[in-house]
């Protein structure tokens, strides 16, 4: 089954709450919150605060992208705040292994981001301990880029190890997704696609989620 997660960073800010209800009822499966700090990415984006606000909004699971440097200070401000998922970059973890039992200590399912230049082999030896595996598709820090091909052989390869070691482990794809870049990612063996732009700037937000799903 195909999981489509609108990225809110392309949701209008001043009206946060009905834009998350809108794609909720368009047949969303997920909510993706973009946290970027200014350091790990040169854009600052939102915090716990807003995860919170949202948090009663919506039933849809919060799925919190933490594009953030130290992100096991963080993490437990986040899980209060009430995200369902929570996943960090390998680029920002010094201490991959404990920061995803630091997330799944606080009862929330742990991701970890590769970026697109970050081979699928560092994500070998935790493969087993995470809950999704998240490929950007973009370089992470704006919405609205340009999907980069050369990731499909990355999802190919995360989908071959999770086949292999017999895991149930989601495969989520981030950035330049719509309704083109979808269908190569589902192929390559994607199963949440991640689009903000391609459903936030559509006036029909349901159709553009059926398009994007396939
Ligand atoms: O994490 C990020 C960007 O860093 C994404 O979640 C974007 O927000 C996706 O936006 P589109 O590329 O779909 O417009
Ligand atoms: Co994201």
């Given at each position: 089954?195909i999981?489509i997660a609108?990225?809110i960073?392309?949701a209008?800010?001043?009206k946060?709450?009905?834009?998350?209800k809108e794609?909720e009822?368009?047949?969303a499966?997920?909510?993706h919150v973009d946290?970027?700090?200014g350091?790990?990415?040169?854009?600052?984006?939102?915090?716990p605060?807003?995860?919170?606000?949202i948090?009663p909004?919506?039933t849809?699971?919060?799925d919190v992208?933490l594009?953030?440097?130290?992100p096991?200070t963080y993490?437990?401000?986040?899980?209060?705040?009430?995200?369902?998922i929570?996943?960090?970059h390998?680029e920002?973890c010094?201490?991959?292994h404990r920061?995803?039992?630091?997330i799944?200590?606080q009862?929330v399912?742990?991701g970890?981001v590769l970026n697109?230049?970050?081979?699928?082999?560092?994500?070998e030896?935790?493969?087993?301990d995470?809950d999704?595996?998240?490929l950007?598709?973009v370089?992470?820090?704006f919405?609205?880029?340009?999907?980069?091909?050369?990731?499909l052989?990355?999802i190919?390869k995360?989908s071959a190890?999770?086949r292999?070691?017999?895991?149930?482990?989601e495969?989520?794809?981030?950035?330049?997704?719509?309704?083109?870049?979808?269908?190569?990612?589902?192929?390559?063996?994607?199963?949440v696609?991640?689009?903000?732009s391609?459903?936030y700037?559509e006036v029909?937000r349901?159709l553009?989620?059926?398009n994007?799903?396939?």
């Amino acid at each position: 089954m195909i999981k489509i997660a609108p990225s809110i960073l392309s949701a209008d800010f001043s009206k946060l709450g009905e834009d998350i209800k809108e794609v909720e009822l368009a047949g969303a499966d997920y909510i993706h919150v973009d946290v970027m700090d200014g350091h790990f990415v040169p854009n600052i984006t939102i915090g716990p605060l807003v995860v919170e606000a949202i948090r009663p909004i919506t039933t849809l699971p919060l799925d919190v992208h933490l594009m953030i440097e130290n992100p096991d200070t963080y993490i437990p401000h986040f899980a209060k705040a009430g995200a369902d998922i929570i996943s960090v970059h390998v680029e920002a973890c010094r201490h991959l292994h404990r920061t995803i039992h630091l997330i799944k200590d606080q009862g929330v399912k742990a991701g970890v981001v590769l970026n697109p230049a970050t081979p699928v082999e560092v994500i070998e030896t935790i493969i087993e301990d995470i809950d999704l595996v998240l490929l950007m598709t973009v370089n992470p820090g704006f919405g609205g880029q340009r999907f980069i091909d050369s990731v499909l052989t990355k999802i190919e390869k995360v989908s071959a190890l999770v086949r292999s070691r017999g895991l149930s482990v989601e495969i989520e794809v981030d950035g330049g997704v719509n309704k083109v870049t979808a269908k190569k990612c589902i192929e390559a063996g994607a199963n949440v696609l991640v689009a903000g732009s391609a459903i936030y700037n559509e006036v029909d937000r349901s159709l553009a989620i059926k398009n994007i799903r396939g």
